[in-house]
């Protein structure tokens, strides 16, 4: 994958972590935990319209989206608390859910090399 493809941003974390590739290999590391278990958390308490549960979730993993630049993530962790609120139909918390996946696919997948090669 080019940079150009990539949606994780290194760019604060390298500044962060003095370009230490140890360090961020650790770091790529726990974010891929971090992501997996968002992930799993985003689709249950989303589905479920567990509103306590869903925001823990999403509080969790903000500083790890921000840091990395992964503003799409947050946008969509927003939109699904507006569906929740809303009392949107359940194949509306689905796209959601669906949309997020895949995101949380490629990021995992970006964290995943520079783990394998940092």
């Not at 590739?21 to 974010?31: G, L, R, T, V």
């Not at 935990?33 to 509103?51: G, P, V, W």
Request: aromatic share 10%; no cysteine.
């Amino acid at each position: 994958m080019s940079n150009e493809d990539k949606i994780v941003d290194f760019t604060t974390l390298n500044e962060m972590l003095f370009g230490e590739a140890k360090y961020i290999k650790e770091f790529a590391e726990a974010a891929v935990i971090s992501f997996e278990e968002f992930n799993e958390n985003y689709t249950l308490f989303l589905i479920k319209r567990d509103e306590v549960n869903f925001r823990k979730a999403g509080h969790k993993i903000k500083p790890v989206a921000q840091m990395l630049g992964l503003n799409m993530i947050l946008e969509e962790y927003e939109v699904a608390k507006e569906l929740i609120w809303e009392e949107k139909p359940d194949a509306e918390l689905g796209d959601s859910s669906q949309r997020m996946s895949k995101i949380i696919d490629r990021v995992l997948a970006e964290l995943r090399e520079v783990a394998e090669n940092a």
